[in-house]
């Protein structure tokens, strides 16, 4: 089945800075890339996600690029805000099943 | 307003006492799943569905079991559970093909 690393597992920034992580999948037949995002005590909850049909989508101060040939797909974040703080997970889709990466705990230090 | 309800929210039981998560979405969405949440391990399947009498096993199916009987339902039983399975759970549902997943507020089940 499909693998999906995500690096880092937790990453700190200043307030203003942009974060950037990393997930590589293993499945070639993936074709459906999101990412969620996840507060405290809630469900997770989608913030961006991108077809691999495309290399890059952009929504305000997130975006995702997708390389299909090196297998790998990045979450952007520019001027982060406190509110940002949350864990981000990554997932690849084959077909219908969702393969999550393992989590990044973003902390955005005001 | 799209909802996936699970119930309870928290729950802490004694190993071998049976019991159920349920999961409601009211999005008609043909796809169910339940998922694991552990530190460090991200989100494991358990066990989907791609439709009513259509279940099958995720990556982590051991000790649990699923039934589909109506479209919007989707319940997670724990015939004996054990301490490996305290756990944060969650329901998910997202239509067939590629598209956005929802998922619901989560169970945290504590196994004694």
């Known amino acids: 089945g499909e693998n999906v690393e995500q690096h880092p597992s937790t990453l700190s920034v200043q307030e203003g800075d942009s974060a950037v992580i990393k997930c590589t999948y293993s499945?070639?037949?993936?074709?459906?890339f999101p990412w969620y995002k996840q507060e405290l005590g809630k469900g997770p909850q989608l913030i961006i996600d991108?077809?691999?049909?495309?290399g890059e989508k952009k929504d305000q101060r997130i975006a995702v690029t997708l390389n299909k040939t090196a297998k790998h797909f990045s979450l952007h974040i520019t001027e982060t805000q406190p509110e940002d703080s949350a864990v981000y997970f990554c997932?690849?889709?084959?077909?219908?099943?969702?393969?999550f990466g393992t989590g990044t705990s973003l902390t955005v230090i005001p | 307003e799209a909802q996936v309800t699970q119930n309870p929210r928290y729950l802490i039981t004694v190993t071998g006492k049976k019991l159920t998560v349920t999961c409601s979405q009211n999005?008609?969405?043909?796809?169910m799943s339940w998922y694991r949440q552990d530190p460090g391990l991200g989100l494991r399947q358990i066990y989907y569905?791609?439709?009513?009498?259509?279940?099958d096993k995720g990556d982590v199916p051991e000790g649990y079991k699923v039934s589909r009987k109506e479209k919007r339902n989707f319940p997670l039983i724990l015939e004996s559970p054990s301490p490996n399975q305290t756990s944060l759970y969650f329901c998910?549902?997202?239509?067939?093909?590629?598209?956005?997943?929802?998922f619901g507020q989560g169970t945290r089940l504590t196994v004694v």
């Open positions: 499945d070639s037949a993936s074709n459906y």
């Open positions: 991108i077809r691999s049909n495309v």
């Open positions: 569905s791609m439709n009513v009498e259509v279940t």
């Open positions: 998910a549902t997202h239509p067939l093909g590629p598209g956005e997943a929802f």
């Open positions: 997932a690849a889709v084959p077909g219908n099943q969702f393969y």
């Open positions: 999005m008609n969405h043909e796809y």
